[in-house]
């Protein structure tokens, strides 16, 4: 089993560009997460999925969207980056229907918006 | 509003020494504390979760507890490959998780 896979593993943005962060897990979970992580901060949660076809904004959700393709995946779309946005993404996936309940994050991107 | 805060913010152990890491916390209606490992450039792994006042749990080299203000981690005998960045987080009744900002463990051979 991969777990919970992310893509890309790093990537380095101009200001106003856009990108997908992309995520996959294969344990079956109902509910999908993402986080950012930075220095003095600690993890805090930008959007989830609590079942396929739902969404809900987090803590931070503020220049960000997301789409629950499917029930594997989801992803986080920024439109138009700003270098606030610098940080590092984790997507995480849970058994549950609910916004919490014990996660299984994956590897993480690293984003460096100039 | 939750809050969580973990201490100390770093611990610089021997090979050997046993110690424990702090989580405090302040939420109503605690439904569950988790424990993470998070080791450079790589995501958070789970290790525990706690569910009620007096509840333990064992993995290894590390014993998790919980009281109805804070949890500890008691690591013995730590070994090297221990060192890493140990998360705490809790979750309310209807709510996400609420991560503290971590204890960055260093065990030296």
């Known amino acids: 089993n991969a777990g919970v896979t992310q893509t890309p593993k790093f990537q380095v943005l101009k200001t106003g560009q856009s990108m997908t962060l992309q995520c996959a897990q294969d344990?079956?979970?109902?509910?999908m997460y993402w986080y950012r992580q930075d220095p003095g901060m600690g993890l805090r949660l930008i959007y989830y999925?609590?079942?396929?076809?739902?969404?809900d904004k987090g803590e931070v959700p503020n220049g960000y969207n997301v789409s629950r393709l499917n029930k594997r995946e989801f992803s986080l779309r920024l439109e138009s980056a700003a270098p606030s946005q610098t940080s590092v993404y984790f997507c995480?996936?849970?058994?549950?229907?609910?916004?919490?309940?014990?996660?299984?994050f994956g590897p993480g991107t690293r984003l460096l918006v100039l | 509003e939750d809050q969580v805060t973990q201490s100390p913010e770093a611990l610089r152990l021997q090979e050997g020494e046993s110690s424990s890491l702090n989580c405090s916390y302040t939420v109503s209606g605690l439904r569950g504390l988790f424990w993470y490992r998070q080791d450079p450039g790589k995501g958070p792994e789970f290790l525990f979760t706690?569910?009620?006042a007096g509840e333990e749990k064992e993995k290894e080299r590390l014993k998790a507890t919980l009281t109805k203000k804070e949890s500890f981690l008691h690591i013995t005998a730590p070994k090297p490959e221990d060192s890493a960045t140990y998360l705490c987080?809790?979750?309310?009744?209807?709510?996400?998780?609420?991560f503290g900002e971590g204890t960055q463990l260093t065990v030296n051979p």
């Open positions: 706690l569910y009620s």
């Open positions: 999925s609590a079942s396929e076809g739902t969404t």
């Open positions: 995480a996936s849970s058994p549950g229907t609910g916004a919490g309940g014990t996660q299984y």
């Open positions: 344990m079956n979970h109902n509910s």
């Open positions: 987080a809790v979750q309310t009744s209807g709510s996400r998780l609420t």
